[in-house]
């Protein structure tokens, strides 16, 4: 790859290396595989498995198409000695002679999403990785764990192949590490992921006994301790905090041993049959080179560098990234930066919007309202997938004989371009109206074919799919015959239901163009600034009557930008812009509406209210910090939670400046029964705090008592700093909280020693509180307003823990920053700006388009008995009144479809046949039912 | 910056999750998108878990 240019015009070359294998022609039959000689381990499978020199990455790749390893492909380096795939291949597609291409691409902005490697133990031989073959990585043991793994899901001893009864997590392997591999950092998702493996291990085989050795448990994620708890409370997994000294081969077995210190100081040795190494992420030599050709700075842990208040810019103008490669990080925060990344890249380019991007379009739909019958159905081979199991030839001899079928055809793929293709001239030649495709799932295709029979002028609704795959051919390998009566059974089902399917129309809503943001703390002005620098208006509401949040009262982020200052430039530029109304000392009374059409009622301090039209919704409510009621606080002067230090520090107050003794205690009120969670900042913020001090004189004694130091990813640095500057880091455990007594005027911290075995008592001149963070009052007013969840901490529920981490199940509505979950600065940015990029996917439109599957009401039958109002999980529902024929009132419901996700169980709870989702009519299920129990 | 040098296209390198939502939040705002992976399909480093937290969903 090389760039020039810059930001708004990039050039860059790209060269795209062969594959080999034409992928316009390729079917992904697997024939080429099947027949090719070479074996060659397989990289996706971590190196437990073989694959051949020709292949797919794996069984659900996208796209679906072969390869060919040019490295190991016999022909590739001697031509003429081999060339099966070629010899076998139906579709011709093997092309030996295919050279690397050049493409040259205009781009406005650049996003670079290398992502991250993992730390490889075979260099080093790390706990005897490649020399005994029981000790494997944790992708190794994902892969094993996997049922398209090489052992289907099976946990088995790589030595002997014999089921495993011990496994040993060995943590920070390439982590927290500067001697075995240079990588001082911490790579924040091990911990998490080791014990999620400990779990899936156990829940395959319940009598497996799973320990995790780790140094800290770093589980800071939004209910990522509470799984931690799990794992240990009902799961029995062992959690032992040392660092194993050695792993030995016990007997010839594989067998291993394992020896180290145990928490009372004891000399252990115990026997594990597999010994799993949490290796750490690191960044990849091929990332490092892109790092390089696109000219942009990595840090001294070889991370792409970035600001903390703009986490997914580079050095480069015009040039983010977003992942692994800006820092290790989850798949959560990694989903957030994507966003986050596309938000960045909008900015810079909002005026070239709709410029390059195109729209399908579509032939006018067909009137088949009149006609009669012409069914016509695609049976699929899926190349031996359904053809393998199934005489597809009897199946469509049969389909030939279903009432209203005039049209049969077999296919090799009916998925393929050239089918789609041939499907179009087939439904116009024979002027079908109703199209039926047996083959695989509809979730992965029904799309496809909509987009089919709409290209030839059908309504894209006249469509049903048999799925003959996943839940024929698929599962009933061993009976040919049985499978192909079920697939003639299905086809027959979907062939009763399709002829009871009229056309339907999509629903369109208007979008009005301009956003709510609720909360005028950093996440807030971050969202509220992208959107209206992407030329989007904002209506910005803030409860307090300054702009800023808990960004007024913080001190530097972990990388030591000032958080006040940038807070401060952050208010000048929202009360400067043209697009943002700042509406400060107001909170929202009342909401209505969907996704596109919200009106929200604002009300000022003044009493003053005001209705605001938005098309979208975010929320950035934020977080407090709990006022604690342990430790002497408000009892002793010198006991101050962290942000008050944070003051006293600041302002030189006489007791910090003179003082020779801290005490820090972490997890105060965080990590216990009335807050199940960690507060994620704490730590760090400790360190920081603990390395000015010890750096502005460094005879103090500083002590940091804590449960787990979660300094994660390179915020270990900080961890590593403050241990060489002399701190002293004293760990204890909830059931030795440490106790502080005023003695005089010295405060007395007693807490027991786990190094020394014994109670040890610190004299200090301050107590230093790092409180928890907790949900703000009123949040449950304001997500009861808009109908949104709340998780069990009384922070916002996402939709999807991994993957819709800004969204909210309702459509419209997004959250960000601490109002989801505790967060530092750059990761409260991160979803704000996620936050924005999924809301520019709505408002840079002016009207939306959601499918035609809803409920509709039937008003004959409805008698308003508004059972169904209280199943509908979408709120789409209401009960309404109105006059009848006979001059009466009459109650009904009505359906709001803008909210109505067709779910039909509504249409399952309505006793008087009222409430229908079309598409799937009570006049098509009993068809279709009837159809499954005709033979 | 003037207007019209400004191209409404994203090149995203790298076809993993994250490279794959910053792809798809740019397209159905409005802009064209190039994803360039090195390997032969996307879905990266995801595409070879086998659960994930919390609720041990397959990964794919």
């Known amino acids: 790859m090389e760039i020039t240019g810059e930001v708004g015009n990039f050039k860059i070359k790209i060269k795209e290396h062969p594959r080999y294998v034409d992928m316009d022609k390729c079917i992904a039959c697997g024939e080429c595989a099947t027949k090719c000689p070479k074996k060659v381990t397989d990289s996706y499978n971590a190196g437990t498995g073989k694959r051949k020199a020709i292949y797919v990455k794996y069984p659900q790749a996208v796209p679906l198409k072969y390869q060919i390893d040019a490295e190991n492909c016999i022909w590739l380096k001697k031509p003429g000695r081999c060339g099966a795939c070629a010899k076998v291949c139906p579709a011709d597609a093997i092309d030996f002679d295919a050279v690397e291409k050049i493409h040259e691409i205009d781009a406005g902005s650049v996003i670079l999403s290398p992502g991250t490697g993992t730390f490889d133990p075979s260099d080093t031989g790390v706990y005897g990785y490649g020399e005994y073959p029981n000790v494997i990585t944790a992708m190794q043991l994902e892969r094993y764990l996997s049922a398209s793994g090489p052992t289907e899901g099976h946990l088995v001893r790589p030595s002997d192949g014999k089921p495993v009864r011990k496994v040993a997590f060995l943590q920070c392997v390439g982590s927290r590490d500067k001697n075995l591999c240079g990588n001082e950092y911490c790579s924040s998702v091990c911990c998490m992921y080791a014990i999620k493996e400990a779990v899936i291990a156990k829940d395959h085989d319940p009598g497996l006994e799973a320990s995790i050795f780790y140094m800290d448990m770093r589980t800071h994620g939004k209910e990522f301790d509470e799984y931690y708890q799990r794992a240990r409370n009902e799961s029995d997994v062992r959690f032992i905090r040392c660092r194993v000294n050695g792993v030995e081969p016990e007997g010839k077995d594989g067998d291993l041993r394992l020896h180290y210190v145990n928490e009372q100081g004891q000399q252990i040795e115990d026997y594990f049959d597999l010994v799993v190494l949490s290796v750490g992420l690191e960044t990849t030599k091929q990332a490092m080179e892109l790092a390089k050709r696109s000219g942009i700075r990595l840090t001294s842990n070889n991370f792409a560098a970035v600001s903390d208040f703009a986490p997914v810019s580079t050095s480069k103008e015009g040039v983010f990234t977003c992942g692994a490669f800006s820092g290790p990080k989850d798949i959560p925060q990694s989903v957030v930066e994507g966003s986050a990344a596309a938000a960045a890249a909008a900015k810079v380019l909002a005026p070239s919007r709709h410029q390059l991007a195109r729209k399908k379009t579509f032939p006018e739909e067909r009137d088949i309202l009149a006609e009669d019958l012409r069914i016509g159905v695609f049976v699929c081979h899926c190349g031996s997938n359904i053809a393998g199991y199934v005489d597809v030839e009897a199946v469509a001899d049969y389909s030939a004989t279903l009432p209203g079928v005039v049209h049969v055809e077999r296919n090799l793929f009916t998925c393929s371009q050239d089918t789609q293709d041939l499907m179009i001239k087939i439904i116009q030649e024979n002027r079908l109206n109703r199209v039926v495709v047996a083959a695989c799932t509809p979730r992965t295709h029904e799309q496809l074919f909509h987009e089919t029979i709409r290209a030839a002028g059908l309504n894209e609704y006249l469509f049903e799919m048999a799925n003959i795959r996943n839940q024929n051919s698929w599962v009933h390998t061993g009976d040919k015959t049985a499978a192909t009566q079920k697939a003639s059974d299905l086809t027959r089902m979907a062939v009763a239901k399709v002829t009871w399917q009229g056309p339907l129309e999509n629903v369109v809503v208007p979008i009005t163009r301009r956003a709510l943001v609720i909360g005028g703390g950093i996440s807030g002005m971050a969202a509220a600034l992208n959107l209206a620098n992407q030329g989007f208006p904002v209506d910005l509401i803030e409860k307090s009557k300054v702009l800023g949040g808990n960004g007024l009262h913080l001190h530097n982020t972990w990388s030591g930008e000032n958080i006040p200052l940038r807070a401060a430039r952050m208010v000048d530029q929202i009360m400067w812009h043209d697009l943002i109304t700042v509406h400060k000392d107001t909170l929202v009374t009342a909401a209505e509406g969907y996704v596109g059409n919200f009106k929200s009622t604002i009300k000022s301090g003044n009493g003053s209210e005001q209705n605001i039209d938005h098309g979208v919704t975010v929320i950035t409510t934020g977080a407090n910090r709990l006022m604690p009621d342990e430790y002497g606080y408000r009892q002793h002067k010198n006991v101050v939670s962290a942000l008050e230090f944070d003051k006293l520090y600041e302002i030189k107050d006489k007791h910090v400046r003179k003082g020779k003794s801290f005490v820090f205690i972490q997890c105060v009120g965080s990590r216990d029964s009335n807050h199940n969670y960690c507060s994620k900042v704490c730590c760090t913020h400790s360190v920081q705090a603990a390395i000015e001090l010890k750096e502005e004189d460094s005879s103090r004694r500083i002590y940091i008592l804590y449960r787990d130091m979660r300094t994660y990813g390179q915020r270990e640095t900080l961890y590593k700093k403050a241990r060489e500057l002399g701190v002293v880091f004293i760990n204890y455990e909830l059931h030795g909280k440490p106790k502080v007594t005023k003695v005089d005027d010295i405060l007395d911290v007693e807490v027991w020693d786990h190094v020394l075995h014994r109670p040890l008592l610190i004299h200090a001149d301050m107590v230093i509180l790092a409180t928890a963070i907790i949900p703000p009052a009123g949040v449950k007013q304001l997500a009861q307003l808009y109908k949104v969840p709340l998780d069990g901490q009384g922070f916002f529920q996402e939709a999807h823990a991994k993957l819709r981490p800004v969204d909210f199940a309702t459509d419209g509505l997004f959250v960000a920053g601490m109002a989801h979950f505790p967060k530092p600065v750059e990761e409260s940015i991160a979803q704000a700006l996620a936050a924005s990029a999924r809301a520019a996917t709505l408002l840079s439109r002016d009207e939306m388009t959601l499918d035609g599957i809803k409920a509709e009401v039937d008003p004959e039958c409805c008698d308003g008995c508004a059972l169904c109002v209280d199943v509908c999980p979408y709120h789409a529902i209401t009960l309404m009144e109105r006059t009848g024929d006979d001059g009466q009132n009459h109650k009904l419901i009505s359906i709001n479809k803008a909210h109505c996700k067709g779910c039909g169980l509504c249409q399952g709870t309505c006793p008087k046949r009222g409430v229908s989702v079309a598409g799937f009519s009570l006049k098509q299920l009993e068809s279709q039912v009837e159809a499954a129990l005709a033979v | ?60």
Do not use: H, W
């Open chain 2, 1 to 60: 910056m003037q207007k019209n040098k400004l191209v409404g296209s994203v090149l995203v390198v790298g076809g993993g999750i994250t490279g794959m939502q910053s792809a798809l939040d740019l397209a159905n705002a409005g802009y064209y998108v190039y994803l360039v992976e090195r390997s032969g399909a996307i879905g990266g480093a995801m595409a070879q878990l086998d659960k994930t937290f919390p609720t041990n969903d397959c990964s794919m």
